[in-house]
Nanobody
Framework: HVQLVESGGGSVQAGGSLRLSCAAS????????MAWFRQRPGQEREGIAA???????TYAYSVSGRFVVSKDNDNNTLYLQMNSLKPDDTGMYFC???????????????WGQGTQVTVS
């Protein structure tokens, strides 16, 4: 049974940092393609960072240079380090996983429940 559980969201002032975690169970993150998505108020869910099974990363332009996606294979966890946060980064953040490389496309097979990030 595949399960993804996000944590680490919260409220932060502009310019601050947060690190999101996504604990995976039922599969091994080292063998899967994984990504972070966010849904900002009134907008569609968008892919912002992806990492493939070999560790290669892809970022949306809006977060490139500020966010870093990584995987801890020993702890079976995906992370998103978010720096220089802006009010426009406010939204619900989701992690996703798939056995097929879908980079930042929205149709991943497995999703977490999301964690809220609010930047003021």
């Amino acid at each position: 049974h595949v399960q993804l559980v996000e944590s680490g969201g919260g409220s932060v002032q502009a310019g601050g940092s947060l690190r999101l975690s996504c604990a995976a169970s039922g599969f091994t993150v080292s063998r899967y393609y994984m990504a972070w998505f966010r849904q900002r108020p009134g907008q569609e869910r968008e892919g912002i960072a992806a990492i493939d099974s070999g560790g290669m990363t892809t970022y949306a332009y809006s977060v490139s240079g500020r966010f870093v996606v990584s995987k801890d294979n020993d702890n079976n966890t995906l992370y998103l380090q978010m720096n220089s946060l802006k009010p426009d980064d406010t939204g619900m953040y989701f992690c996703a996983a798939d056995f097929v490389n879908k980079q930042l496309a929205r149709y991943y097979d497995y999703w977490g429940q999301g964690t809220q990030v609010t930047v003021s």
